[in-house]
């Protein structure tokens, strides 16, 4: 199993501003995943990110409104680039360990 | 494209029987996952199939057909507290990547006394 954590759990962000949020897991995984989950909907792939390459992105993402680093097997951030209110979610960290594992997840309100 | 298909909406009695369906149409298909999500919390796992066929895990139960694109979870002796979203997700290989995990939109189920 996995034990994800998200740094911050919730923050309240102004318009234009970004926002860092950061995934650390207790063991060495080789990919991981960011989700966006809007209110009263499913989970949306925004992106894979395997160490020492770029991340790849789900059609709709791209890399100047959410880049992401990886910089070791346990660690990743997506950074969320000059918000709008659109931009409030939820943004959950995944890896895959046997099973596929989610973090608690950053609920990100944009005012 | 990925595309899966599952009920918005479902309501059942506690302590009576529930089938959630899903259906999909993806490429480079490795396996389909149910999760649990109560509101507010992530989603916990609940069963994988790669094969055809059922598997079972207590009072959940997960079927899959890969030719016919559909797979369907299983909730016996319901309980209020599986009054929850449930989650189809379909691993799959695509755009260079793999083992990409892609939801449906989730079917949020009642369960009534």
């Known amino acids: 199993s996995a034990v994800i954590s998200q740094k911050p759990s919730r923050d309240i962000c102004q318009r234009g501003t970004s926002l860092t949020i950061q995934c650390q897991v207790d063991?060495?995984?080789?990919?991981m995943f960011w989700y966006r989950q809007q209110p009263g909907q499913s989970l949306t792939l925004i992106a894979t990110?395997?160490?020492?390459?770029?991340?790849?992105?789900e059609s709709g993402f791209v890399i100047d409104k959410f880049p992401i680093s990886r910089p070791n097997l346990t660690f990743s951030t997506l950074t969320v680039s000059n918000m709008s209110p659109e931009d409030s979610s939820i943004y959950l960290c995944?890896?895959?360990?046997?099973?596929?594992?989610f973090g608690p997840g950053t609920r990100l309100t944009v005012l | 494209g990925q595309n899966i298909d599952q009920p918005t909406e479902m309501t059942a009695t506690e302590g009576a029987i529930v089938q959630i369906n899903c259906t999909y149409q993806?490429?480079?298909?490795?396996?389909l996952f149910w999760y649990q999500q109560h509101a507010g919390e992530a989603p916990t796992f609940l069963s994988y199939n790669v094969l055809d066929g059922l598997e079972e895990k207590g009072r959940f139960s997960s079927f899959l057909s890969r030719s016919k694109g559909y797979s369907y979870l299983l909730l016996k002796e319901l309980q209020m507290k599986d009054s929850a979203s449930y989650l189809c997700a379909v691993r799959a290989s695509y755009g260079g990547a793999t083992n990409k995990l892609i939801f449906g939109t989730g079917t949020l189920l009642a369960v009534q006394p």
């Open positions: 995944s890896v895959i360990a046997n099973e596929q594992f």
């Open positions: 063991s060495q995984v080789t990919m």
């Open positions: 990110a395997n160490q020492g390459s770029e991340a790849t992105y």
């Open positions: 993806t490429s480079g298909f490795n396996g």
